[in-house]
């Protein structure tokens, strides 16, 4: 049977804009865990002082006590996170007699590290911008030797360069092994050079298809102010896959008796087309030292302002608005030009952004997308939950996920995942997403104790510690002011309330948390504790709660 999506309202229809502590929270971090409002509305006598405090703390997050979460990481089920890359390739990828499993152990143990941290991390700007930037270097991660080495790509290719330059970051994801198989430079040679890296280089790493100009001749491409193209052509695609060739992995080619096959970046420079090149208006000259010619390509596509304005595009759509403000782009654009070899370029940029009045006035012009949903939901909720790739229920909620489409590392084009409301609001990813809140509103851990365990975050809070506080409007407010960081209009609190009472009425009779539910009775599932948990399953599905 055809269900139709729940209703998700347009940006035009959301006027209200919900307190500061709501908005930061549900766009710079994956949502309120509890007590992270309070925090936020504790840190200054006005809304830029909060948010300032705010965003310095998570610009800095080696200031930031994350403890818990490294407890949480240091579980004995991860057994690959700490592996160096030669112990990876040599012990997950080159062996001919181990499982697949083990083979792609390391990126299902980064997939479910990934969500332990988006869950539990107090640094949560950090995982949203690590999120960011494996979507904009996207690589597919289920195939091989990609997931045998995946834990490399996620900890030494991504998340040390997030807050920090550009260009560095360029560098080290082209001579990632991840990289350079996916977009098959691994093969790339003089003769015959492998255009795929090169391409998605200009036109989704850099540039940006915004400033491809076509089949025009590189010679008539247009200068800017400062004598620089003002965008791309096909031959210059051409003249960069020269200049990459021979950047390939240490795999024991059987070419080259040197190779010493530890899945490192190798450059094998009897594959280098060594002549002439010209890119983006500049000659690169015949016979340069190893390596020269692509340095220097990477050194020109992070100095363009063209590369500026579209990475900044990006981070105010993801951070702002799927349409943001071109006035916000530009300034944030002109931020990381000026400091496109400043060692903190990208926390720069990141600030601007984040303490603009379109960051701070701006509601409603982005929606989640399912694994936002997912990981807000479990923030909201104080999930006690364990993810590891041993463990029963995190594999069904990997299997689930990827239902929804959205499932971390799992796009095989190298766009990356949509960051636009277009996406995500169709009747499949909505559907399979509230279908998966339910699945954890009923699992429990061993004893019998509840995941999401919301009956004992409802019973446990000062608000709600007389049971005749438990009518259903008082619970369906609590939990709206729970999950959104502000009370929605009476109209939101009503509806839920009618879905526990199934009555227009409501005579203040309180919903008995307290007793037992009877699994005899036919009709278990509307009573008490069931009813409370598909109540906050309805409001983490909710219009208001999908936005961002």
Same mark, same amino acid.
């Given at each position: ?21 709501a ?5 710079a971090?994956?949502g ?8 936020f509305n504790s840190?200054?006598s006005?809304?830029?002082a909060?948010l300032?405090s705010?965003v310095?703390e998570q610009l ?18 991860f ?5 160096s890359?030669?112990?990876l390739?040599?012990?997950h990828?080159?062996?001919?007699n ?11 143990e980064?997939?479910?590290?990934t969500m332990t941290?988006?869950?539990?991390s ?7 911008l690590? !999120? *960011? &930037? /494996?979507?904009?270097f996207?690589? %597919? ?8 080495v995946?834990?490399?790509y996620d900890?030494?290719i ?15 994801n082209?001579k990632?092994t ?31 298809a915004?400033?491809?100009l ?9 200068l ?16 960069v ?5 021979g950047?390939t992995?240490?795999n024991?080619?059987?070419s080259?008796?040197n190779d010493p096959?530890?899945?490192e970046?190798?450059?094998? !420079? *009897? &594959? /280098?087309?060594?002549?002439?090149? %010209? ?12 390596l020269e010619?692509?340095?220097r390509?990477?050194d020109?596509?992070a ?12 981070l105010c759509r993801?951070?702002?608005s799927?349409?943001?403000p ?15 070899q400043?060692?903190?370029q990208?926390?720069?940029?990141v600030?601007?952004?984040?303490l ?26 104080g ?15 990997s299997w ?5 489409g959205h499932?971390p590392?799992?796009?095989i ?5 949509p960051?636009?409301?277009t996406?995500w609001?169709g ?5 399979m997403?509230?279908r998966?809140?339910n699945?954890?509103?009923r ?7 509840h995941k999401l ?7 446990n809070?000062?608000e ?13 407010r609590?939990w ?8 929605p ?5 009503t ?6 009472t199934?009555?227009?009425s ?15 009775r036919d009709?278990?599932p509307?009573y008490w504790q069931?009813?409370?948990?598909t109540?906050?399953?309805?409001i983490?599905?909710s ?6």
């Amino acid at each position: 049977m055809y269900l139709a999506s729940p209703p998700v309202p347009s940006p035009s229809t959301l006027t209200a804009l919900p307190p500061l502590a709501a908005v930061t929270l549900s766009r710079a971090a994956f949502g309120p865990a509890p007590g992270d409002i309070e925090d936020f509305n504790s840190r200054g006598s006005t809304d830029m002082a909060r948010l300032t405090s705010w965003v310095d703390e998570q610009l800095d997050p080696q200031s930031i006590d994350d403890s818990d979460l490294e407890a949480r990481l240091g579980n004995p089920a991860f057994r690959t996170l700490g592996k160096s890359l030669t112990q990876l390739w040599a012990e997950h990828y080159r062996p001919e007699n181990i499982t697949w499993e083990e083979r792609v152990r390391p990126v299902y143990e980064v997939l479910y590290a990934t969500m332990t941290r988006a869950i539990y991390s107090r640094r949560q700007l950090q995982e949203v911008l690590v !999120d *960011f &930037w /494996h979507n904009h270097f996207n690589v %597919y991660g289920y195939e091989t030797p990609n997931a045998s080495v995946w834990v490399h790509y996620d900890r030494d290719i991504i998340r040390p360069h997030v807050l920090g330059n550009f260009r560095q970051m360029l560098e080290a994801n082209a001579k990632s092994t991840a990289m350079l198989y996916y977009l098959d430079n691994v093969e790339s040679s003089d003769e015959g050079p492998n255009e795929n890296y090169a391409r998605e280089l200009l036109e989704l790493h850099t540039l940006g298809a915004e400033n491809y100009l076509g089949i025009m001749p590189q010679w008539d491409v247009p200068l800017d102010s400062q004598g620089r193209p003002i965008g791309y052509v096909d031959g210059d695609v051409l003249e960069v896959a020269r200049c990459f060739t021979g950047w390939t992995v240490a795999n024991g080619h059987w070419s080259d008796p040197n190779d010493p096959d530890s899945g490192e970046f190798y450059y094998r !420079d *009897f &594959w /280098h087309d060594r002549f002439q090149k %010209y890119v983006l208006g500049e000659f690169i000259p015949a016979d340069q030292a190893a390596l020269e010619d692509g340095l220097r390509v990477l050194d020109k596509l992070a100095e363009h302002p063209g590369t500026a304005r579209y990475i900044c595009r990006k981070l105010c759509r993801r951070l702002v608005s799927d349409n943001p403000p071109e006035n916000l782009v530009e300034s944030a654009a002109a931020v990381f030009h000026d400091n496109w070899q400043a060692p903190d370029q990208i926390r720069q940029v990141v600030r601007h952004i984040l303490l603009s009045p379109e960051f701070r006035g701006t509601w409603g012009a982005k929606m989640k997308r399912p694994f936002e949903t997912l990981m807000g939901a479990m923030r909201v909720c104080g999930a006690e939950i364990t993810l590891h790739p041993d463990d029963d229920d995190s594999q069904s909620l990997s299997w689930l996920m990827e239902k929804t489409g959205h499932h971390p590392f799992a796009w095989i084009p190298p766009d990356g995942f949509p960051d636009t409301r277009t996406t995500w609001q169709g009747s499949t990813p909505m559907i399979m997403t509230w279908r998966i809140i339910n699945w954890l509103m009923r699992i429990t851990d061993n004893s019998g104790v509840h995941k999401l365990d919301v009956l004992s975050q409802t019973l446990n809070a000062p608000e709600m510690s007389d049971p005749a506080n438990h009518t259903p409007r008082n619970l369906a407010r609590f939990w709206f002011i729970r999950a959104l960081g502000y009370e929605p209009d009476a109209a939101q609190i009503t509806r839920a309330a009618q879905m526990l009472t199934h009555s227009d009425s409501y005579d203040g009779t309180p919903w008995g948390l307290d007793q037992a539910i009877d699994l005899s009775r036919d009709e278990w599932p509307h009573y008490w504790q069931s009813g409370l948990r598909t109540l906050v399953a309805l409001i983490l599905m909710s219009p208001d709660f999908l936005q961002r």
